[in-house]
């Protein structure tokens, strides 16, 4: 048995925040967010919550795909800014939809997130445990941001994209690759727990989100273009074959990059993070949902995912539309 996409919805928060807008509140420019990123604004919560978001995206895309909450029967959440640690934001979701017959739980692969959720669901779907799922990615990064480091919060926004797949004797699940390294995994690291147990004095304080921007261009660099080609070789193609590559949106930079290093016109990889920045695990489905709702991708059409960041973590996946 294999996967297929049958449905795609997304959702941001309404407060809408422009390069010029952070330019007020800390010392940074439009021209140095954008030159360096290719970011110019990304939506903030104020009201909204990563479970609010998820439940309307997840609405979404059910009825994109023309699926009630009864059929769905496992619901995965790519995040790692869940509203608690517990309950997940998949059971909060599960709850809000009225899917009362699905299995939930988050995982969390940072940006990797919704790449590892989706081949988690393909597996199950391989070995026919389920049959319809609904998948996400989720973040509410402000609120682990550390709003005194310009060089870090304002890569980053909020939002929530999501998939729904169902099974289908033809796998449209084509090839995917993934991996970690967690011994590079300082390059980009976010702490904030606090502990009061008063056996363990740790002394620690909650902290933010720290980047090694530099390593982690680097590794992006590298391992993105070598899990693309791998994943693209394993599904039986060629680069050219591929109609989108719909990459993470964490840097225009980074996207370039890929797209010169597997010789590939940059007009094959959609853009989100224009208008929403970095959301980590959120950012494919969004763009996935983007394009959809534009009317690009048409069936048969072939699409290289990929996913990558803190762990360090990365996957890729290729799938036909
Ligand atoms: N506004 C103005 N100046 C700034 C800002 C800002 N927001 N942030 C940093 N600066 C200054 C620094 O203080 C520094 O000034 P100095 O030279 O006087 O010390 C100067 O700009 C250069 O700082 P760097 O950190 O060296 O900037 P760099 O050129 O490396 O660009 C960037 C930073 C864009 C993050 C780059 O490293 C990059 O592209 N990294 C890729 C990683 C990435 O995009 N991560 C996103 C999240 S991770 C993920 O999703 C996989």
């Given at each position: 048995?294999g996967?297929?996409?049958?449905?795609?919805?997304?959702?941001?928060?309404?407060?809408?925040v422009?390069?010029d807008?952070?330019?007020?509140?800390?010392?940074?420019?439009?021209?140095?967010?954008?030159?360096?990123?290719?970011?110019?604004?990304?939506?903030?919560?104020?009201e909204?919550?990563?479970?609010?978001?998820?439940?309307?995206?997840?609405?979404?895309?059910?009825?994109?795909?023309?699926?009630?909450?009864?059929?769905?029967?496992?619901?995965?959440?790519g995040?790692?800014?869940?509203?608690?640690?517990?309950?997940a934001?998949?059971?909060e979701?599960?709850?809000?939809i009225?899917?009362?017959?699905?299995?939930?739980?988050d995982?969390?692969a940072?940006?990797?997130?919704?790449?590892?959720?989706?081949?988690?669901?393909?597996?199950?779907?391989?070995?026919?445990?389920?049959?319809?799922?609904?998948?996400?990615?989720a973040?509410?990064?402000?609120?682990?941001?550390?709003?005194?480091?310009r060089?870090?919060?304002?890569?980053?926004?909020?939002?929530?994209?999501?998939?729904?797949?169902?099974a289908?004797?033809?796998?449209?699940?084509l090839?995917?690759?993934q991996?970690?390294?967690g011994?590079?995994?300082?390059v980009?690291?976010?702490?904030?727990?606090?502990n009061?147990?008063?056996?363990?004095?740790?002394?620690?304080e909650?902290?933010?989100?720290?980047?090694?921007?530099?390593?982690?261009?680097?590794f992006?660099?590298?391992?993105?273009?070598?899990?693309?080609?791998?994943?693209?070789?394993?599904?039986?193609?060629?680069?050219?074959?591929?109609?989108?590559?719909?990459?993470?949106?964490?840097?225009?930079?980074?996207?370039?990059?890929?797209?010169?290093?597997?010789?590939?016109?940059?007009?094959?990889?959609?853009?989100?993070?224009?208008?929403?920045?970095?959301?980590s695990?959120?950012?494919?489905?969004?763009?996935?949902?983007?394009i959809?709702?534009?009317?690009?991708?048409?069936?048969?059409m072939?699409?290289?995912?990929?996913?990558?960041?803190?762990?360090?973590t990365?996957?890729?996946?290729?799938?036909?539309w």
């Amino acid at each position: 048995m294999g996967m297929k996409i049958i449905g795609t919805g997304s959702c941001l928060p309404q407060t809408v925040v422009t390069n010029d807008d952070l330019s007020k509140i800390m010392d940074t420019s439009d021209e140095w967010i954008s030159s360096r990123t290719g970011i110019r604004e990304r939506h903030l919560v104020k009201e909204e919550t990563t479970t609010s978001m998820s439940v309307e995206a997840a609405r979404r895309a059910m009825e994109n795909a023309g699926v009630t909450a009864q059929e769905i029967d496992l619901i995965i959440v790519g995040t790692l800014s869940a509203d608690h640690v517990t309950p997940a934001c998949a059971c909060e979701v599960q709850a809000a939809i009225g899917a009362q017959d699905a299995v939930a739980f988050d995982i969390n692969a940072a940006c990797s997130g919704f790449m590892f959720a989706l081949n988690i669901a393909h597996a199950y779907l391989q070995m026919g445990v389920y049959k319809t799922v609904l998948i996400l990615g989720a973040e509410t990064l402000s609120k682990i941001m550390d709003w005194n480091d310009r060089s870090t919060c304002v890569l980053f926004g909020d939002g929530a994209g999501a998939v729904v797949v169902c099974a289908d004797e033809r796998d449209r699940m084509l090839a995917y690759d993934q991996g970690s390294d967690g011994v590079r995994g300082s390059v980009l690291a976010c702490k904030n727990r606090t502990n009061n147990n008063p056996l363990v004095q740790t002394g620690v304080e909650p902290e933010y989100v720290h980047m090694d921007g530099q390593e982690v261009y680097k590794f992006a660099v590298t391992a993105v273009p070598a899990s693309l080609s791998k994943t693209i070789k394993a599904a039986g193609l060629s680069v050219e074959d591929i109609d989108y590559f719909a990459l993470h949106q964490a840097n225009i930079r980074i996207i370039q990059s890929v797209a010169k290093r597997l010789k590939v016109s940059e007009d094959k990889f959609p853009i989100s993070l224009d208008h929403c920045g970095n959301i980590s695990a959120a950012s494919v489905p969004i763009l996935l949902d983007e394009i959809n709702r534009k009317g690009l991708l048409k069936p048969g059409m072939k699409i290289a995912l990929s996913g990558f960041g803190g762990g360090l973590t990365w996957a890729s996946a290729v799938i036909e539309w």
